[in-house]
């Protein structure tokens, strides 16, 4: 009988810590990346999970011939580290010995090794599995892995539980036909537009609760901004005395991440050529202002009850342009545009309180206060001639005692697009779904 204690396999290095073993033989693995010939030698540069490294094979030190090398073999190399003061690193690597591990079977129909993969949208995400492996590629979502660690660390931080939330619904948290049917068991279910309803039961559970997961939408948009599943980042937070209390939470969660990815995605930032932005503070205006900011007088009411896209993209540049914020909160959207468990303004039932958060001209984040009371939030249902009984587990809730709270909803693929100032969310999601891709 064999024992598995969790030992860690010792004895390969990775890029970073490889200046540390001048005049050393070590071993480093990975795929060969590019092949550069050289008058009697050969630089081969070597792609690791966290970062590139190049050694030299030349018939002084190395025992076989540069053909039993091609680009995306995998294998152990053995190297001598030895000092360079040519070399941006510090020193260069005499490969040894290598033991292949596997060779390609086909040419790559896109080319993976040079500054940038020159190649169209469509065909980036048509060979989403090899173009991933390039190294600007690669970046945009170790950058977004990072992110996903800031957030959950902001959270823990301000006492946070964590939750995980059904995917598989009985009712849609928003309505409408923008929802994903199935059948289940001879019933019909959904997939969950939003953890609304859950994160909301569990406030009076934990009082505050995140949950970063998969959401999705069955709408027909066919734009550079919309998927049909793509990861939310949610919380929920009970007792509270304004809904600008969530909007001073997020204020601080932006400004935490902002810092994360300058500690943490120093060479990544740098690669794609990403400027952070100060997130001191967010200027917050409501509904109506913004509307008279981008139309003055005109802004009456035929306007549409919500921001369009080239309204957003307007109101951001007049934000930056006048105070240099590249985030605006618009606060008290109308009660017609919001869902049915948003507090109307008793100041003014029309309006919401309710917020989204722009970022250099898109929409990141929808949030804002939840009635809380059963009566309200069944009259308001009723008024929008909602039937009770799909929504009785979700009104236990109200039933049995609710406090004041309020919760956001953020698109990382949309965060993560606008951090880079890509032209297309897709470019910021791994494998995505919109209404004509559902492989790879």
């Not at 092949?35 to 094979?57: C, D, E, S, Y």
């Not at 307007?314 to 605006?328: D, H, K, T």
């Not at 919001?338 to 949030?367: C, H, K, W």
Request: hydrophobic residues 40%.
């Amino acid at each position: 009988m064999n024992w598995i204690n969790g030992e860690t396999p010792e004895g390969f290095l990775e890029a970073k810590t490889l200046g540390e073993h001048l005049g050393e033989i070590v071993k480093i693995r990975g795929s060969v990346h590019k092949i550069r010939r050289m008058t009697g030698f050969a630089f081969v540069l070597i792609r690791q999970r966290k970062g590139i490294v190049q050694g030299i094979l030349s018939p002084e030190y190395t025992p076989f011939p540069l053909e039993e090398l091609e680009e995306e073999l995998c294998g152990n190399f053995t190297v001598e580290v030895v000092p360079e003061e040519r070399s941006k690193t510090g020193f260069d690597l005499r490969i040894l010995a290598v033991e292949i591990l596997s060779r390609p079977k086909a040419l790559s129909p896109v080319v993976l090794n040079q500054k940038n993969l020159d190649v169209n949208l469509e065909t980036a995400l048509n060979y989403r599995p090899l173009t991933l492996r390039h190294e600007k590629e690669r970046a945009v979502f170790k950058i977004q892995a990072e992110m996903t660690r800031s957030f959950r660390e902001f959270f823990h931080q301000e006492g946070f539980t964590e939750i995980h939330t059904p995917k598989i619904v009985y009712a849609g948290a928003e309505g409408g036909a923008n929802i994903f049917a199935l059948p289940y068991f001879g019933k019909e279910a959904f997939l969950a537009q939003s953890p609304q309803f859950y994160k909301q039961m569990m406030v009076g559970v934990f009082e505050r609760v995140f949950e970063i997961g998969p959401v999705f939408r069955a709408e027909k948009h066919d734009t550079s901004r919309h998927l049909n599943e793509y990861t939310s980042v949610d919380l929920e937070m009970g007792y509270i005395a304004s809904f600008q209390e969530i909007m001073e939470v997020e204020t601080r969660m932006m400004r935490h991440l902002m810092a994360h990815l300058e500690e943490n995605a120093q060479e990544e930032l740098r690669l794609l050529g990403v400027t952070l932005p100060s997130v001191e503070a967010i200027p917050a205006l409501k509904f109506s202002e913004a509307k008279a900011l981008l139309w003055g007088e005109e802004a009456g009411a035929e306007f549409s009850p919500d921001l369009e896209p080239e309204e957003e993209k307007r109101l951001c540049a007049l934000i930056y342009e006048e105070i240099g914020s590249e985030f605006v909160f618009v606060t008290h959207y109308p009660t017609t545009k919001r869902p049915f468990y948003a507090m109307e303004d008793p100041q003014n039932p029309e309006e919401t309180l309710s917020f989204d958060l722009l970022f250099r001209g898109v929409e990141i984040t929808t949030g804002g206060q939840r009635i809380h009371e059963y009566g309200e939030q069944v009259a308001k249902m009723n008024r929008r001639g909602m039937t009770m009984e799909d929504f009785e587990s979700y009104l236990m809730i109200h039933k049995h005692g609710m406090p004041p709270h309020g919760g956001l909803g953020l698109g990382m693929e949309r965060l993560t697009s606008r951090l880079l100032q890509q032209d297309n969310v897709r470019r910021a999601t791994l494998f995505p779904r919109d209404t004509q891709r559902l492989i790879p």
